[in-house]
């Protein structure tokens, strides 16, 4: 195939055996049946090798290849409420961690919420945008906008989401167990609900000072000053808010739930307060570090590589750092999870044509080919036409046996018509009066047990509220569709059998 040849606007492509180079033309791609180039450079166009045999070296380094990582934001640790079950997502700004939920805001400005929702902690406020910055306390959460103010939603039990009047400066956000922060753009700060241990008393020193960065604890608080130094205020019975002599040149700070973490400009890591898991036991050697976050009894390190340092509680894992936690730009740390947000743009996996296991007879993906000539480890898909087993998942599956019996199975699960009650809607703005087509979970149980599970939400009683997926029944209505399907070809045929006999049954008695 070769194409016109390239313009200011139009680069050439030629994909041919024996092609004549042309003058090099700036973003071409050209194969001389040997080798594959790439024409860089549009103020002086450059021929480059991009692929190549064993004998030619590469003019384009594989290490400037990047692309979009296919799973941005990782999350890992207790996953008892869905903390940690990501959806697929794309151009993401940041990540925050409650107590069992977690935040994810994305460049458009608008929130995606998971996890435990006893408090509405995770049902994001209908027309949502314009977010710059999110905070997750244990069970609420706090927002700050492009114009300054804020949002709050989750638990109110002690007014922690009950926004203070006059907000329209704020900066940033943090967000303890029951208590909110606020940092304006004069460099002052706010703080409201719990006041249990005097966490949102603003302490004198405060005053006049000019505060770059807050964090909040679970009932504690802390501030960064522009001149280096920490400012702690509220429960102390941890030494949480006791400061290590000669704490300066700092550079950002984060809290645990009864610990605290300073970040100097060296890129080394101060902690203190609450120990019992190791939290504030800062591994050795450890510098280079760029963020820090703060979990219940564990703690993070963001390195400038990319890379995490996690210490203290592993009794969910969440200090186990997954292999796919690379080059990372945002942390965060849940009562017992972790977040990490990766780069818009990693390094890019690139097979080269000359590899082993790479087209000569059978290729692989993420694995070495042993019998079939396309072997995939993990999950794959078919999209082209062709022979299915060339790329099927078949190969991935096993006990694959046909669905019989739909139209029995589908008879046992009663449809019903409802509305959600008032008290239950009032907890969920989102949901409108008006009747909603489903199921009865406890009904459904009874015929697809597997795919009833609790929601996260419980009644006022302490019962769970349990959460259908209806998916079966979609696969199940195609089945007994195939089945309707059957016997009515069967009763047509017994049909034209009967109207065949009928006839010659009319030939013989005409005779």
Known sequence: MVLPTGTASVAPLRLATGVSLTTPAFGSVEFDGTNLFLTTNSGSPTRKTLAFTDSVPPSVPTS???????????????????????????????????????????????????????????????SLTGVTDIAAGTAHNLVRKSDG?????????????????????????????????????????????????????????????????????????????????????????????????????????????????ALKGDGTVIAWGWNDAGQVTVPAGLSGVSKIAGGYAFSMALKNDGTLVLWGDNSDGQTTVPATATQVTHIAAGASHAMALRADAIPAQVARLDQDNVFTGKVGIKRTPAVN????????????????????????????ESITGALEKLDQVRLVDFRYTDEYRAAHPSIEDVR??????????????????????????????LQVDTYPLIIYSAAAVQELNQENQMLKKQLADQEKRLRKLEALLGE
Request: charge should be negative; aromatic fraction near 6%.
């Open 64 to 126: 400037s290849l990047t692309a979009a990582p296919m799973v941005p934001v990782l999350a890992w640790g207790n996953n008892s409420n869905g903390q940690t079950t990501m959806p697929a997502l794309a151009n993401v700004a940041a990540v925050a961690a409650g107590e069992s939920h977690s935040l994810v805001l994305l460049d458009a400005g608008t929130v995606i919420a998971r996890g435990l929702n006893t408090s509405g902690q995770v049902t994001v406020p209908a």
């Open 373 to 400: 000539s396309l072997e995939v480890e993990g999950s794959a898909s078919k999209t082209t036409a062709g022979s299915w087993l060339s790329n099927s998942d078949r190969r991935i599956k096993t006990e694959i």
């Open 436 to 465: 909603y087509p489903n199921v009865i979970a406890q009904e459904f149980a009874e015929v697809f047990p597997a795919d009833v599970k609790s929601s996260g939400e419980v009644m006022a009683d302490g019962s769970p509220i």
């Open 149 to 261: 103010t804020l949002v709050a939603w989750g638990d109110n039990s002690y007014g922690q989401t009950t926004i203070p009047s006059g907000i329209t400066t704020a900066t940033r956000v943090a967000a303890g167990e029951k208590h909110s922060l606020a940092l304006l753009a004069n460099g002052s700060v706010r703080a409201w609900g719990d006041n249990s241990f005097g966490q949102t008393n603003l302490p004198a020193s405060l005053t006049g000072a000019t505060i770059t960065a807050i964090a909040a604890g679970y009932d504690h608080s802390l501030a960064l000053k522009s001149d280096g130094t920490v400012i702690a205020w509220g429960r102390d019975d941890a030494a949480q808010v006791t400061l290590p002599s000669g704490l300066v040149n700092v550079v950002a700070i984060a809290a645990g739930a009864f610990h605290s973490l």
